[in-house]
């Protein structure tokens, strides 16, 4: 999968656009050694930054990743803050 500039070993099953069009934010799932892992990612469209949650439970990510669209894709989020952004960030 290729996020911006970066490849990421990840295979990409959902992705959206924020309502600002400022981040890609995704969520993908891989391999480490013998079992599956997902993982949430945001990348920011003017820094080339990305960062990702990792989750060993499919559940889990999907829940986060529910969460985490709804915020960034709400109307309100024209001006966009950094709060959802951060919520990535911090585990």
């Known amino acids: 999968m290729i996020i911006g500039k970066k490849k990421i070993d990840a295979i990409q099953l959902a992705h959206f656009t924020s309502t600002s069009g400022k ?5 993908a ?4 050694g013998s079992y599956q892992c997902h993982d ?3 990348y ?3 820094t080339g ?3 990702r949650r990792h989750y060993k439970s499919r ?8 969460k985490f669209r709804d915020e960034m894709t709400t109307p309100d989020m024209i001006a966009e803050d950094e709060d959802s952004y951060t919520t990535l960030k911090e585990e």
Do not use: P, Q, R, S
């Open 23 to 27: 981040y890609d934010c995704f969520l």
């Open 29 to 32: 799932t891989h391999y480490n």
């Open 40 to 42: 949430v990612g945001a």
């Open 44 to 46: 920011n469209k003017a």
């Open 49 to 51: 930054e990305v960062v």
């Open 59 to 66: 559940e889990l990510a999907m829940i986060f990743y529910t």
